[in-house]
């Protein structure tokens, strides 16, 4: 082979290997894939997520993430994915790693090496990440795709050279001939990676329409009616729907749509019915299949790494789960200095959301429900609930009119509190006042009906554990008085 002046020498190296691999093609392995996965044959597109993933993934060195709750469907559009590219590009590697620990880092890494034919150097007294480093760094080598799966924390491979810990990113060469894709539940963890904003692809939950279709190749005839209802009660989120649908078939005819939905209503049904997993062959054997089961990684993640994120995740799963405000967030949280560092915790695993320029913060209503029953399995339900009935017993202001604009905004989160029957787990003389206020506010928006239901009960707690003569129990029979006189009520107004 003649040489290149000024070609270098590593170069002219790269050159020969690839004409001696032209002369012998047994040299080198063929191109392959290791997705542990079998494509989905009911995988419903997610408008331009994969589109996106592709643009950036065609560049030279292209890296993406794709991040979001568990159980969103990241891994699914992953494998779709590396199904596409060895269907368009048959000459591309595609790996598989499985990123959730070390040790399965390295297993995964040893896997790579052997699949690419470097397991006669790979011995156990051989350090495999220079192998492996190398083999991806050459262009001879080939195009390769990487997909690293569930890369949620930082981790690392111990050298066996040396001891020292070799961090997943420094595995990770910048070639122009290969591209990473992750999944991860961490946005901070995925910029480790990527580095860059632009390249970290949000996947939330699917439209109506997605969740819609998905439902129906999962169930085929049987989603004629029924379907949309039960997307929407579950949020449109991927493994909700696959669960749902599963619970569905394996009952086969002694359960429909319209039963499951029944089910769902209650809350307690509703847990139930989240915990239970649904065998998929696309997820990880080690991933767990249920919703609740899915979100309490995160949870437990959190309140291990930082405590006071926690807290105030546990005390926001309390609030009406759309138009949270920060000033009442903050009133949990005002001798911590870290708010900001803790909401951007949250909003990096994609727990909470916010509503852009008002304030606001917001939750799945799954996740939510995720998050109170992860409470009540640490004992910690009651506690959080008495925290956030004090809080808004001492926020929500009387009816006057002065108050209008900070009632009309806390009134949302006082009607979850209504439906409650049981009173057990709150405060009572708190639970009243706040009822006072709210029924208040109700009676001079000319809500009378619900002002009366809301005052009345109000009133019976009073009545229980404060004096007749109390201050509050006169205000509360005051206000019920107006009420029953502005709905009709005449008998009953003088009877207060």
């Known amino acids: 082979m003649p040489l290149i002046y000024g070609e270098g020498e590593e170069h002219a190296l790269s050159r020969l290997k690839e004409t001696t691999n032209r002369r012998n093609p047994q040299s080198l392995p063929t191109a392959s894939s290791n997705v542990p996965f079998r494509r989905d044959c009911d995988f419903v597109d997610r408008g331009d997520i994969l589109a996106r993933v592709n643009e950036r993934c065609s560049r030279p060195a292209g890296r993406a993430a794709l991040v979001g709750v568990g159980g969103f469907g990241k891994s699914q559009l992953a494998i779709e994915y590396a199904y596409r590219v060895r269907q368009q590009r048959p000459d591309t590697w595609v790996f598989w790693v499985h990123a959730s620990n070390s040790a399965r880092l390295e297993e995964a890494f040893h896997g790579i090496a052997e699949r690419v ?63 990473i894709l992750i999944t991860s539940r961490n946005t901070d963890v995925a910029w480790s990676l990527i580095s860059r904003q632009q390249d970290i692809i949000e996947v939330s939950t699917m439209s109506e329409g997605e ?33 749902a649908a599963a619970y569905i078939n394996r009952l086969g005819l002694r359960m429909s749509i319209a039963k499951y939905l029944h089910e769902l209503r209650g809350v307690e049904n509703r847990v139930q019915l989240l915990q239970k997993a649904a065998p998929d062959l696309r997820r990880d054997g080690e991933a767990l299949n249920s919703v609740l089961a899915t979100w309490e990684i995160s949870f437990k993640y959190i309140h291990q790494r930082r405590p006071s994120a926690a807290s105030l995740l546990s005390f926001m799963s309390f609030f009406n789960r759309q138009g949270i405000p920060e000033f009442m967030v903050r009133y949990y949280t005002k001798e911590n200095i870290d708010f ?4 951007a915790v949250l909003r990096a695993f994609s ?17 939510q429900l995720a998050t109170r029953t992860w409470l009540k399995s640490t004992d910690t339900e009651r506690r959080w609930h008495q925290t956030f009935i004090q809080a808004m017993a001492r926020e929500f202001p009387t009816g006057e009119y002065a108050n209008w604009a900070k009632c009309q905004t806390l ?17 009572p003389i708190d639970l009243a006042l706040l009822f006072s206020n709210a029924g208040w506010y109700a009676w001079r928006q ?37 009420i029953f006189k502005d709905l009709g009520k005449y008998e009953e107004a003088e009877s207060m």
């Open 117 to 179: 034919g470097l397991s006669s150097q790979a011995g156990a007294a051989v350090d495999i990440v220079p192998l492996i480093l190398k083999w991806l760094s050459n262009n001879a080598s080939g195009r390769w795709l990487m997909i690293i799966d569930n890369f949620d924390e930082e981790i690392a491979i111990e050298s066996r050279n040396d001891g020292r810990n070799i961090s997943l990113a420094s595995l990770l060469p910048q070639s122009d001939h290969g591209a």
């Open 211 to 243: 969740a819609v279709q998905l439902l129906q190749n999962k169930l085929g005839d049987r989603s004629q009616n029924g379907a949309t209802q039960l997307a929407k009660a579950l949020d449109c989120i991927p493994l909700a729907v696959v669960q």
């Open 340 to 343: 900001e560092e803790d909401v």
């Open 351 to 367: 727990l909470i959301g916010m509503t852009q320029g008002e304030g606001e913060f917001e939750m799945h209503r799954l996740v």
């Open 411 to 427: 009134f949302p989160h006082v009607l979850p509190e209504i439906e409650h029957t049981d009173s057990g787990n709150r405060q």
């Open 446 to 482: 000319g809500l009378f009906a619900q002002a009366e239901d809301i005052v009345s009960r109000a009133l019976n707690i009073q009545k229980e554990v404060l004096d007749d003569g109390d201050s509050n129990v006169l205000l509360s029979l005051s206000l019920l008085g107006s």
